[in-house]
């Protein structure tokens, strides 16, 4: 049965960091690759960043050298660091495959929330 555990989240003024986390099961965990995705208010959910099974990354163009994604295989666990953040970043911020898991599976996500 797959799972999608986020954590991390929180309230933070602009300019602050936050490091979110996410434990996986259920999937081939080294095998896949992963997304963090967000969802705004009012927004369609988006993808930020995603890293293959074998370290490659990709960054949304809003978030390039400010977030970095990063996984650890032998916990199944996948990171997202974000430095310099705005109140734009502002959403709930879920992980997942890349694309997303066959059948709409979605974890419960973990807030972000960026003041001025």
């Known amino acids: 049965q797959v799972r999608l555990v986020e954590s991390g989240g929180g309230l933070v003024q602009a300019g602050g960091s936050l490091r979110l986390s996410c434990a996986a099961s259920?999937?081939?965990?080294?095998?896949?690759?992963m997304g963090w995705y967000r969802q705004a208010p009012g927004k369609q959910r988006e993808l930020v960043a995603h890293?293959?099974?074998?370290?490659?990354?990709n960054y949304l163009d809003s978030v390039k050298g400010r977030f970095t994604i990063s996984r650890d295989n032998a916990k199944n666990m996948v990171y997202l660091q974000m430095n310099s953040l705005k109140p734009e970043d502002t959403a709930v911020y879920y992980c997942?495959?890349?694309?997303?898991?066959?059948?709409?599976?979605w974890g419960q996500g973990t807030q972000v929330t960026v003041s001025l």
């Open positions: 997942n495959t890349q694309p997303p898991i066959f059948g709409g599976y």
């Open positions: 890293i293959f099974s074998g370290g490659t990354t």
């Open positions: 259920g999937i081939i965990f080294r095998l896949s690759t």
